[in-house]
């Protein structure tokens, strides 16, 4: 146990091998009613590799539980931030969905850093098994046609000075994705409920008690704003 979390959990898999995650299952869950699904993916320094329980360092999970007492919180510990963890997770999540009770429309992800990537690599080829998606510190490598399609609510938060990624890679990738959705011809209220994008200055992090815009991207975890969005509703306005 670390931080209430079990950890290293293993899914076995033919085609991906152990996947190792560690996980909050509530003590009232017992099958009779459906749970939401929260599964937060670590940055690169929770990665497997870096030992069992790295990801426990983050704080997305740990917070996560205190937003709905019916919901169980998955850390994956994967492989990369490229197409093999993007699988992995969507994995995870299908297995979960399969042999857990859980509400399909409360199922929510997260990434952070890396965790982010594979993230965006995951609305890029499974959006439709996600109610939204909070990208926190990271770029977008994602597919954005295959995410526009799926109309998955998206909050991207980041610094402005991020020392490790900049925030072009977010702005260039939220303006293309309103463009996606204008072309479709959605409406403004309808894009604004779809994709969010906030970016912090320095001050933000400042406050929170981080000099690195980076590695203040934890501020996220609990800032309430962020987090109230990702357990929102995510109702799309009619036309």
């Known amino acids: 146990m ?7 959990n293993v899914l076995h898999t033919e085609e991906y091998g152990d996947i ?31 030992g ?35 699988r992995e997770a969507i994995v995870l999540t299908e297995y979960f969905l ?37 990208m926190t510190s990271s770029q977008w490598d994602g597919d954005l046609k295959v995410l526009a399609e799926a109309r998955t609510p998206v909050y991207m938060a980041i610094g402005e000075d991020d020392s490790y990624y900049g925030s072009s890679s977010l702005k260039e990738a939220y303006e293309r994705l309103r463009e996606l959705y204008l072309e479709a011809g959605l409406t403004e209220s309808q ?4 994709v969010v994008l906030d970016v912090k200055d320095q001050e933000y992090f400042s406050e929170a008690g981080f000099s690195d815009q980076h590695a203040g991207g934890q501020a996220f975890a609990h800032d309430e704003t962020v987090m109230g969005w990702l ?7 009619a036309a």
């Open 20 to 50: 190792h995650f560690s996980s909050y299952i509530p003590e009232s869950y017992d099958g009779t009613s459906p749970y939401a699904l929260f599964v937060t993916l670590p940055g690169w320094e929770g990665l497997y590799f870096q």
């Open 52 to 86: 069992v329980g790295a990801n426990m360092v983050e704080d997305f999970g740990t917070e996560a539980v205190n937003y709905d007492d019916e919901m169980i919180v998955l850390s994956p510990q994967l492989s990369d931030w490229g197409e093999t963890s993007a």
């Open 231 to 237: 357990f929102g509703e995510h109702e799309i306005p």
């Open 191 to 194: 894009i604004e409920s779809l």
């Open 2 to 8: 670390q931080r209430g979390f079990v950890n290293d």
């Open 98 to 134: 399969a042999n857990y009770r859980i509400d399909p429309e409360k199922v929510y992800l997260h990434g952070m850093s890396g965790g982010g990537e594979t993230g965006s690599l995951v609305m890029g080829m499974r959006p439709d098994l996600y109610t939204a998606y909070l």
